[in-house]
């Protein structure tokens, strides 16, 4: 399978804990995307990478949360002192710096904090 | 501020019919508007992919339109199918400088058999 993957699948946690997911993105693709949905809402944007660089994060994005494209490859998001308000989907996208940029979700992370 | 809206909310036709959603956006200039398709559970799937000059984009049974004058852009669904149920999001592109796009909260269908 050479789609999008993310690691764990789920995740339940007690409050103040801290979780890492992990996205591995198409092998091609430069950029990678960070978002988070919560039910019966779209995907919220978190943060984006071309290659290791981070060049945006969401002005919503506590400070609790940080991102890391290590070597251009796969990322991952961990999230620190957990609140019950974090429990979402964590979806990953990736997509080819081309002129359609069309992006490739993964099937997310659901994390749920107890 | 960018914003991209949905109707309806929430749908439901008997199979074999057809169907209409919108989506009216705000996001000014932009570089593309896509429909995705969302299992639930699942990652958004991309359906039709449209730059501000395009009109139509068809993928099989889905036909998305798009009015860059009015900012709106449709998806058609004809002869629906079980497995058409899904929450369908509309998303926009902005140029210049950011390469965030702007979701839409999904319209959610339901197939009846």
């Known amino acids: 399978d050479t789609g999008v993957s993310q690691n764990p699948r789920h995740k339940i946690t007690k409050r103040g804990q801290n979780v890492t997911f992990r996205c591995d993105p198409i092998s091609e693709h430069n950029r990678l995307y960070w978002y988070r949905q919560t039910l019966g809402q779209g995907p919220e944007f978190l943060t984006y990478?071309?290659?290791?660089?981070?060049?945006?994060k969401s002005r919503l994005l506590s400070d609790r949360f940080s991102a890391e494209r290590p070597k251009g490859s796969f990322s991952t998001l961990e999230i620190q002192r957990t609140e019950q308000g974090d429990s979402a989907m964590y979806l990953c996208?990736?997509?080819?710096?081309?002129?359609?940029?069309?992006?490739?979700f993964g099937p997310g992370t659901r994390l749920t904090v107890l | 501020k960018n914003q991209v809206e949905q109707s309806p909310q929430s749908l439901i036709i008997l199979e074999g019919k057809n169907c209409t959603l919108q989506?009216?956006?705000?996001?000014?200039?932009?570089?593309?508007l896509r429909w995705y398709k969302q299992d639930t559970g699942r990652g958004p799937v991309s359906l039709t992919i449209m730059t501000f000059s395009e009109n139509t984009k068809s993928n099989g049974r889905y036909t998305a339109t798009l009015d860059a004058d009015t900012k709106q852009s449709s998806l058609h669904i004809t002869a629906s199918q079980l497995s058409d149920s899904a929450s369908y999001i509309c998303v926009v592109s902005p140029t210049g400088g950011s390469y965030i796009p702007t979701f839409g909260r999904g319209t959610s269908l339901i197939v009846h058999p």
């Open positions: 990478f071309q290659n290791e660089a981070q060049l945006e």
């Open positions: 989506c009216n956006y705000t996001v000014s200039p932009f570089s593309n």
């Open positions: 996208a990736s997509s080819l710096a081309d002129h359609t940029d069309t992006q490739y």
